[in-house]
């Protein structure tokens, strides 16, 4: 299936066969906590690996297999382990990849909840994390160490809508021998396929846009199978094996398989989705640009835009539907924000509804001046998540909440 149809079939059929499964063409939710064998001798060798089966779903379970193999058939990987959340998709990576006295490098502009894991979770653990600006490659050749054990970048910086140039990043890690891990949550596989860049583990909080509906949280994490993990026990399989023996399984990160079912349904759309959110936020962006009250919009899709060429280059002409906004202080944020209609405050991106923050009172609460500017966070800006409404009434709502100032 892999190599003969476009992703919008894949994203539709990709391992869903009725046949197997009583004839239903929807994903079986398998909400069975345990799985029962019919001999001492058949669950033991299970327990041994010396034959497939399912044990109990914190590790294992028939429908998360589904979406694990469909999300790697996406990504053209190796295989995939789908969990809990993003975070639970991220802790269980560099976990895995890492220990006490190990070493990261990740670029100083990713999601906050992922810098503070790194600037302040695990270096209780003892794993050493170095910031450095992720659209400056040279900047990862410089840091690394010989304790380095990954480099972390996402596709577009949120809220910074910073772009990285992932293949020069890429470069950079093959050279060292480091696994380059790429959070493609921005982007999803109908903008790009890391891979295809060099990318060798892709993260997705399938929470946003693979979902697509804001009904259930969840993670992926995709071993793209083009890194030699030296190890003679497990070969190609050996960070995943590792990984769901070890980490994800005692940190008890696994995804509810009803979750799975939504984020299955969710998935089925990506394509559709995509393409109106990612038109919607360009013509949203293009009105934002023009209006004498706007101080600055950051997003790619502007060809004035920093980041404008590499986004184009690398996300096959689309820029995804995050952008951000400046107005002339916090104050006319709050007005704004709270004059909109149709736009819903929250913390969450990538939901089919348009959904705004104020970034610095809120998600970025918690970090100091200089990681706000890293993250390009300042108390004029304003993020959207642009929806799939029709795009006259979500143009209609920002103007009408900028009428408000
Ligand atoms: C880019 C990115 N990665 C990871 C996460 C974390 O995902 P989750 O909320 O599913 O744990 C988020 C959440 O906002 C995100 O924006």
């Known amino acids: 299936m892999k190599k003969k149809y476009h992703i919008d079939t894949l994203l539709v059929h990709a391992e869903n066969d009725p046949d197997k499964n009583r004839r239903s063409t929807t994903m079986p939710i398998y909400q069975s906590t345990a799985f029962k064998y019919n001999s001492c001798k058949e669950i033991s060798k299970v327990f041994n690996g010396e ?12 429908t998360l297999e589904i979406l694990e193999k469909k999300l790697a058939v996406l990504e053209d990987g190796l295989g995939s382990i789908v969990t809990a959340s993003g975070m639970a998709a991220i802790t269980a990576t560099i976990l895995t990849l890492a220990k006490n006295g190990d070493h990261i490098v990740a670029g100083n502009s990713i999601f906050g909840g992922t810098y503070a894991f790194f600037d302040k979770t695990i270096r209780e653990f003892g794993i050493e994390t170095t910031f450095v600006d992720p659209s400056d490659a040279k ?14 970048i996402e596709t577009i910086g949120n809220p910074k809508m910073d772009v990285p140039d992932i293949a020069a990043i890429a470069k950079i890690a093959k050279k060292h021998g480091v696994p380059l891990v790429v959070d493609s949550t921005i982007t999803t596989p109908y903008l790009v396929r890391p891979k295809d860049l060099g990318a060798n583990i892709v993260i997705h909080s399938t929470s946003k846009f693979i ?19 030296k190890d003679d026990k497990y ?7 590792k990984n769901r023996k070890a980490v994800f ?5 696994c995804l509810s398989p009803n979750a799975a079912f939504l984020t299955d349904i969710g998935l089925e759309t990506l394509s559709l989705r995509m393409e109106r959110h990612c038109s919607n936020a360009l013509a949203l962006a293009k009105f934002l640009v023009k209006h004498p009250k706007v101080k600055e919009v950051n997003f ?6 920093k980041f ?18 400046r107005l002339k202080d916090k104050k006319e944020c709050f007005k704004v924000i709270d004059s909109l209609k149709l736009a819903y405050n929250l ?24 990681e706000r500017s890293n993250m390009g966070v300042t108390d004029d800006l304003i993020r959207v998540s642009v929806g799939i409404e029709y795009v006259d009434d979500i143009i209609g709502d920002f103007e009408q909440a900028l009428d408000s100032i």
Not at 211 to 229: L, P
Not at 308 to 325: E, R, V
């Open 347 to 370: 913390a969450n991106l990538g939901d089919a509804k348009t959904l705004v923050i104020h970034p610095a009172s809120t998600i970025c609460v918690e970090f100091n001046d200089r």
């Open 51 to 62: 034959a497939p089966g399912n044990i109990y779903t914190r590790i294992s379970n028939p």
């Open 235 to 241: 070969g190609a399989l050996s960070f995943l094996i």
């Open 300 to 305: 790619p899709g502007l060809v004035k835009n």
């Open 211 to 229: 979902n697509g509906h804001g009904n259930s949280i969840g993670g992926a994490i995709i071993d793209c199978g083009n890194f030699d993990w």
């Open 249 to 253: 399984r005692d940190f008890g990160a």
């Open 139 to 152: 900047q990862f050749e410089n840091v690394v160490k010989k304790n380095t054990k990954a480099i972390f």
């Open 308 to 325: 404008n060429a590499i986004a184009k280059k690398q996300f096959d002409g689309k820029f995804g539907s995050l952008l951000t906004f």
